[in-house]
């Protein structure tokens, strides 16, 4: 976690300067709030095989969503599909096809990435973790916010760059966060769940051809 050195009036008891930037992981139940009922149920399907097949008990999925804070703007980014509630209009800065490329001609099997300072995280008030990244860093806040539109367009719900794992919202921010230099050796999933696709993003993170 990158923090904001403490200077030596802070130790002294001083007032300490203003935090003028801020990255913020939201951990969000995965099917909370506004998402369609076929997102609940998909992921309670997908858990119960992976667990099945893993020989372990069944933990409770999480998708992740950012925010981003420069002097007085916050930033929001998040995936969310190309239509319905969660489309933000003004708000997508790159996108791609869910479940196979073919199906990406129809904006039913489309998602799209966020980045704005307009949009907003509809099932913000489900997060049950908020994961302070960094603080104060304004370099790195910065590149979080200018990578986004250069975003891997990986299919989603697939594993096109063999990861061992789908391309989904979880490996959207971990993409950026890695590729920003963010320090992740903490960062995990609250308790008892898991983030499919993290990893994937951090995979592809290290490949210097995921820069499009």
């Not at 008891?13 to 506004?34: E, F």
């Not at 929001?76 to 001609?105: D, I």
């Not at 990861?163 to 971990?174: D, F, H, L, R, Y």
């Amino acid at each position: 976690m990158t923090r904001t050195p403490t200077s030596s009036a802070d130790r002294r008891g001083g007032q300490r300067p203003p935090v003028t930037s801020a990255v913020d992981l939201l951990w969000i139940p995965l099917g909370a709030g506004t998402s369609l009922p076929t997102v609940r149920v998909s992921g309670w399907v997908y858990e119960a095989i992976a667990a099945a097949r893993e020989h372990r008990r069944r933990l409770a999925l999480y998708h992740a969503a950012m925010e981003v804070r420069l002097g007085n703007d916050v930033h929001v980014l998040e995936m969310t599909p190309a239509w319905g509630p969660a489309h933000q209009p003004g708000a997508a800065v790159t996108g791609g096809a869910v479940g196979a490329r073919v199906l990406g001609r129809s904006r039913l099997f489309r998602y799209e990435v966020h980045c704005s300072t307009r949009a907003t995280i509809p099932d913000r008030e489900h997060a049950v973790r908020t994961v302070h990244v960094a603080e104060g860093d304004d370099a790195l806040a910065r590149r979080v916010v200018d990578l986004a539109p250069y975003v891997p367009g990986s299919t989603w719900g697939r594993d096109e760059a063999r990861t061992g794992e789908m391309w989904n919202s979880n490996s959207v921010v971990a993409w950026l966060l890695a590729r920003a230099g963010a320090d992740l050796s903490t960062v995990s999933p609250p308790h008892g769940g898991r983030a499919p696709g993290w990893d994937a993003g951090l995979v592809v993170a290290e490949s210097p051809a995921s820069l499009r």
